[in-house]
């Protein structure tokens, strides 16, 4: 079926330094990639998003990669700091969008390391 | 983000029981979602509407219920017939499924006693 793989499942970081998260997507269709952070016991917020039309999206120290050709997306965060300590998730619509909405990662459990 | 509520923020179910997480939102957004977050799986869905008096199944809809009598309100009821209910429970909304923002709720913790 239609899905999103995203890897790793667990990545952990010395403070300062970057951290990328991957994830490829099944359906050449899709046109819309969110990123979301949940702090535990929290809901998940969106930090970033990139549409198909552009290949890279940057605000500050968050930028998301797209590469249609091999269907996949990168979230990269640099300059880590603690507050970044969060499990992330990255979504795409499949199948061009429908009415059940976003297909989600498993997600990364990102740990920045003082 | 302010505009979608769900409650109770922490639910016990006993065996046999049904119970019921609400779901409501002030944004006038026509799509409504209830997904389910267990440790590793990530955002699994469960019911979806677009639209007053209609909703649609997810992917893993067996022993849950929705209704849409409201656009603004969209519970979820977790019948006896799930025996698995122990999870974090999301409602989430948004203008354009395809292609537009997605806004979550606070999350139900419902647990099994």
């Known amino acids: 079926g239609e899905n999103v793989e995203q890897h790793p499942s667990t990545l952990s970081v010395q403070e300062g330094d970057s951290a990328v998260i991957k994830c490829t997507y099944s359906d050449s269709a899709s046109n819309y990639f969110p990123w979301y952070k949940q702090e535990l016991g929290k809901r998940p917020q969106l930090i970033i998003d990139i549409r198909s039309n552009v290949g890279e999206k940057k605000d500050q120290r968050i930028a998301v990669t797209l590469n249609k050709t091999a269907k996949h997306f990168s979230l990269h965060i640099t300059e880590t700091q603690p507050e970044d300590s969060a499990v992330y998730f990255c979504a795409a619509n499949l199948s061009g969008g429908g009415a059940d909405g976003l297909t989600f990662g498993k997600g990364t459990h990102l740990i920045i390391q003082p | 983000d302010g505009g979608i509520t769900q409650s109770p923020k922490y639910l016990f179910r006993k065996e046999g029981q049904n119970v019921t997480l609400s779901c409501e939102q002030n944004?006038?957004?026509?799509?409504m979602y209830w997904y389910r977050q267990d440790p590793g799986q990530g955002l699994r869905l469960i019911y979806y509407s677009q639209i007053v008096n209609d909703f649609q199944k997810g992917d893993i809809a067996e022993g849950y219920s929705v209704s849409r009598e409201k656009k603004e309100s969209f519970p979820l009821t977790v019948t006896s017939a799930q025996k698995n209910p122990t999870a974090f429970y999301l409602c989430a909304s948004t203008k354009d499924p395809k292609t537009e923002k997605l806004f979550f709720g606070s999350g139900t913790q419902l647990s099994v006693l």
């Open positions: 944004l006038n957004h026509d799509a």
